[in-house]
């Protein structure tokens, strides 16, 4: 056992030193006034109120959220039935179909992010495509450019999740269900749905909680028109040189994240209780 517990100790190290210390470092950069010196600084909760007393960056906490919230909901919309197709197609299928959803992943991000602005600026593929049927609009630096670009690179952390909880329920449930006499709707609303609810659960997650705090996808897609907590945290950071400011932004945005994901949580269990049931 003292064995096992020393082979722990790396982890451990890694932990504290990558994780532990740099949030509390981002905690006590936001607890101090700027200009302050350690040696002589005061736990104040100024930047806190700043953030929640001035109207503009609650609007950009409110646009961040609905951005991240309407992500969430065309990938679920899109993500579900193409995991469940995939389900449905035989072992040798699936590996080619997931290998496929998973391909793009494999180039960094902002590079992907970089393509869409040639597929979305005007006279671009989308461009020419639209004209074909007498639509002329302008996409990129616009809210459907970001989602475009949001959906794009958080689709497939959904697909995967809801796929891998469909290809672990029981067929015979589905095929019990057909002897009963259930239509193909109540065989899916009853059975395969609250079955595969610890999968949406998990995409869910993965999908809002990275996109409520991008910054380099409104950032290039949005053009500077559609500024999220994401990018004031840089612009804080980067920009301004406010480090205390943007390190109370950041623990804000931890606290968020933590309640969203303990409701998450939360609602799991009740969907892992009610498919027992």
């Known amino acids: 056992m003292k064995t096992w517990r020393r082979l722990t100790i790396p982890y451990l190290v890694w932990g504290t030193v990558m994780l532990l210390l740099p949030m509390l470092l981002i905690v006590f950069y936001s607890l101090i006034?700027?200009?302050?010196?350690?040696?002589?600084?005061?736990?104040?909760?100024?930047?806190?109120?700043?953030?929640?007393?001035?109207?503009?960056?609650?609007?950009?906490?409110?646009?961040?959220?609905?951005?991240?919230?309407?992500t969430t909901l065309i990938c679920l919309v899109i993500g579900?039935?193409?995991?469940?197709?995939?389900?449905?197609?035989?072992?040798?299928?699936?590996?080619?179909?997931?290998?496929?959803?998973?391909?793009?992943?494999?180039?960094?991000?902002?590079?992907?992010?970089?393509?869409?602005?040639?597929?979305?600026?005007?006279?671009?593929?989308?461009?020419?495509?639209?004209?074909?049927?007498?639509?002329?609009?302008?996409?990129?630096?616009?809210?459907?450019?970001?989602?475009?670009?949001m959906v794009y690179n958080f689709l497939p952390y959904m697909i995967l999740q809801i796929h891998t909880s469909l290809t672990k329920m029981d067929p015979s449930l589905v095929?019990?269900?057909?002897?009963?006499?259930?239509?193909p709707f109540q065989t899916f609303w009853r059975v395969i749905f609250p079955l595969s609810l610890p999968g949406v659960i998990s995409g869910v997650t993965l999908v809002f909680l990275p996109a409520i705090s991008a910054f380099f996808i409104p950032k290039l897609l949005g053009g500077g028109s559609w500024f999220l907590i994401g990018n004031v945290?840089?612009?804080?950071?980067?920009?301004?040189?406010?480090?205390?400011?943007?390190?109370?932004?950041?623990?804000?945005?931890?606290?968020?994240?933590?309640?969203?994901?303990?409701?998450?949580?939360k609602a799991d269990r009740k969907g892992t209780k009610g498919g027992k049931a």
């Open 33 to 70: 006034q700027p200009g302050n010196e350690v040696t002589t600084f005061r736990v104040t909760f100024a930047n806190f109120i700043r953030f929640f007393t001035d109207k503009d960056f609650l609007l950009i906490l409110v646009r961040s959220l609905t951005i991240a919230l309407k």
């Open 80 to 149: 579900y039935p193409i995991a469940y197709w995939i389900s449905r197609c035989s072992a040798r299928m699936q590996n080619v179909l997931i290998m496929m959803i998973t391909l793009p992943m494999w180039i960094n991000m902002l590079v992907r992010t970089y393509a869409w602005i040639g597929i979305l600026s005007e006279g671009g593929p989308l461009s020419v495509v639209l004209g074909w049927f007498g639509i002329h609009t302008e996409i990129l630096y616009t809210e459907t450019a970001v989602l475009i670009g």
């Open 175 to 183: 095929e019990a269900a057909n002897d009963l006499g259930a239509s």
């Open 233 to 265: 945290i840089e612009n804080q950071f980067i920009t301004v040189g406010e480090w205390n400011f943007g390190s109370a932004i950041s623990v804000i945005m931890a606290m968020v994240m933590m309640l969203l994901m303990t409701l998450v949580r």
